[in-house]
């Protein structure tokens, strides 16, 4: 009794507990324990997964449509505007006064390893300075419609043959640029869709291709040339090749060219190209026009005075100017235009002159030199009276006349002779 009492008594000598003395004897201790960090962050979402769970949910629906309306098109623009375009070809055929055909084949090699789709774009070429100087609704020469396609890896994407009308104003500047310029820019501007997977992205793509262009002609020269004696019916006395070379990979058709042949700012002749095809790299035009030779006669001091320098060095400096280039019998401006502008510059060996010109003057049917020249309204004495005065003109007006011309045509043997020797010579 006393100790069933005792159990239940208040105080410090209420006596021993059974629950604890069992307790320390199964060896349960009683001191407080350290938490570990995975047991706190496991107790704290248990009290608080709630709060998480509706803070990352309103967390996407602000985030993603930033991320699909933003971030995406903005890495997908990046990577457009990083990308390296290329002109690889480009022909421009078929020229009218406001349109031309065009076919363009461009390399463009984006910085991903992975295949873009687009969309159809309608690209327009422009000038950049004009449109930077007048707005985005200026500058545009063009439009050239591309058709959907997959961008993977280094990708051509262009047009063939399409039909493109012209704003003349902006083509006149472009063109002239080509001709003038080394490396006159090709400017586009086009937006489209690209998709990336189910990434849908829309981009702007404005671009300067750079690119070689005419610089002039730089290298111009007219070889193979020779006077014709008599002249043909259509008083054709003039016949040669001409190089116009071509560093770009632009491909023109001009049509039928006709230029001025001058000697200082004495217009002694016109030539023509029937056809100029302006093709990549060096490629030689027959050319025919006419050599005024009475403006010759009659300006010969002059001539020779314009002419010291080049006559010293064995050449004739001839100036080539534009005059006008049409095709299908209809003038083109922009074209006629550029090349009214532009003056280019021929020297033109003396020594192949001659031997082109004696050669066909006695080969096929010539047989009568002097007649020939009489015919083409060449007077020999006036030729010579404009020497008059030195011992040299002297000796040669005794040596040419009708008599010494027929007698070399007509020695076969003799005349090749001298031609081999004046050819060496020369």
Not at 40 to 60: N, Q, V
Not at 349 to 365: D, F, M, Q, V
């Amino acid at each position: 009794m006393a100790e069933t009492s005792s159990k239940f008594a208040l105080g410090r000598h209420r006596g021993p507990d059974p629950e604890v003395d069992d307790n320390v004897e199964k060896g349960v201790s009683l001191e407080k324990t350290e938490t570990t960090r995975t047991q706190k962050i496991r107790r704290h979402w248990g009290r608080f997964w709630f709060c998480y769970c509706f803070a990352s949910l309103i967390f996407l629906i602000i985030f993603l449509p930033i991320f699909f309306t933003l971030i995406i098109p903005a890495i997908a623009q990046r990577v457009v505007d990083d990308s390296n375009l290329v002109l690889v070809r480009a022909d421009v055929m078929q020229p009218r006064p406001e349109s031309v055909v065009l076919t363009i084949e461009s390399a463009l090699k984006l910085p991903l390893s992975v295949p873009v789709r687009i969309e159809p774009i309608a690209l327009q070429l422009f000038n950049r300075d004009t449109k930077q100087e007048h707005g985005d609704s200026n500058g545009t020469f063009g439009t050239v419609f591309l058709p959907k396609d997959v961008i993977d890896g280094n990708t051509t994407l262009g047009v063939t043959d399409q039909l493109t009308p012209l704003d003349v104003e902006q083509w006149t500047k472009y063109v002239e640029n080509v001709v003038f310029m080394e490396h006159a820019p090709l400017s586009v501007w086009g937006q489209t869709n690209s998709f990336l997977g189910v990434l849908k992205s829309f981009v702007t793509m404005d671009k300067d291709i750079k690119q070689n262009t005419l610089n002039s002609f730089a290298g111009f020269s007219i070889e193979d040339s020779t006077i014709l004696f008599p002249p043909k019916d259509d008083g054709t006395n003039l016949i040669a090749n001409a190089t116009l070379p071509n560093p770009s990979v632009l491909t023109l058709e001009i049509g039928k060219t006709v230029l001025d042949l001058k000697s200082g700012d004495l217009l002694i002749g016109n030539a023509t190209i029937d056809n100029l095809i302006l093709r990549p790299g060096n490629h030689s035009s027959p050319v025919h026009g006419i050599l005024d030779l009475g403006v010759l006669i009659s300006n010969l001091g002059d001539v020779i005075r314009t002419q010291r320098d080049s006559l010293t060095n064995g050449y004739l400096s001839l100036d080539t100017v534009g005059r006008s280039a049409t095709y299908d019998g209809v003038e083109v401006p922009y074209y006629t235009k550029a090349l009214q502008n532009l003056t280019m510059t021929a020297q033109v060996p003396i020594a192949g002159l001659l031997k082109n010109t004696l050669r066909n003057l006695i080969g096929g049917n010539a047989t009568n030199l002097a007649s020939n020249l009489e015919d083409s309204g060449v007077d020999l004495s006036s030729v010579l009276d404009n020497f008059r005065g030195s011992d040299a003109e002297k000796k040669l007006k005794g040596m040419v006349n009708k008599r010494s011309v027929d007698q070399f045509v007509n020695h076969p043997e003799k005349r090749e002779m001298m031609l081999n020797l004046l050819e060496a010579f020369l």
